[in-house]
């Protein structure tokens, strides 16, 4: 089974799941939606909500994958990068669904560490993606897509090589982190981690252009 495959059938046992809860569960019970850097809390929402964007989000994603070859106009490229599209495609909807089932969980009254869970979920997220950025070929909606990258194929296959492994890097150290550290420098963690493999390739795409372009 290929990996977008699989995500659809996680897809549909999610689904069925949230239909379930809400279904059975009290709808109007809220429960926390959102954190503070701190780790605490900030906004909260009613279960039937956080219960229909978890499937709603993996719908669209999958859907904009299974059709995003008649959108590419790289259509090669995509192609070659099918393998990376699906496992990604895959990794967010296992997220999703470890969101629905967290919230499932607290509707049923389970005191779930669900910031935790959702920390873990990022980090294994950050390897996945981290590990086939560098098999995806120049297209214009998967990968580090700047001005930079696009205009260059080596500029993409450098640049994703080296975002590829600063992703796996971030999620390899969070992950191990994740399991150790107090709930409440949790959201430090995700900030620290973050934006070293969000900014740095990008830069570094302009770098390369830049030095190619005054050579």
């Known amino acids: 089974m290929t990996a977008m495959r699989s995500a659809w059938v996680v897809f549909a046992i999610t689904l069925a799941a949230c239909l379930t809860g809400l279904?059975?569960?009290?709808?109007?019970?809220?429960?926390p939606q959102h954190w503070n850097i701190h780790g605490e809390p900030d906004r909260f929402g009613s279960l039937t909500v956080a219960l229909i964007?978890?499937?709603?989000i993996m719908l669209g994603l999958l859907l904009l994958l299974t059709f995003l070859k008649h959108f590419e106009p790289r259509q090669e490229n995509l192609q070659e990068s099918e393998k990376a599209k699906g496992w990604i495609g895959l990794a967010v909807t296992l997220l999703m669904a470890l969101m629905a089932a967290a919230n499932i969980g607290l509707g049923m009254g389970y005191e779930v560490p669900v910031l935790r869970l959702l920390m873990i979920a990022i980090f294994m997220l950050f390897i996945i993606i981290g590990n086939f950025l560098s098999k995806t070929r120049s297209?214009?909606?998967i990968g580090i897509r700047t001005p930079w990258t696009l205009s260059s194929d080596e500029n993409w296959r450098r640049t994703h090589h080296l975002g590829g492994r600063l992703f796996m890097l971030a999620g390899v150290i969070g992950l191990l982190i994740s399991f150790a550290l107090a709930e409440q420098h949790l959201g430090y963690l995700m900030l620290g981690l973050i934006l070293p493999p969000a900014l740095i390739p990008v830069i570094y795409s302009w770098y390369l252009w830049h030095r190619k372009n005054g050579q």
């Open 53 to 56: 964007y978890p499937p709603a």
């Open 23 to 31: 279904w059975l569960l009290p709808g109007d019970m809220q429960i």
């Open 139 to 141: 297209n214009f909606f």
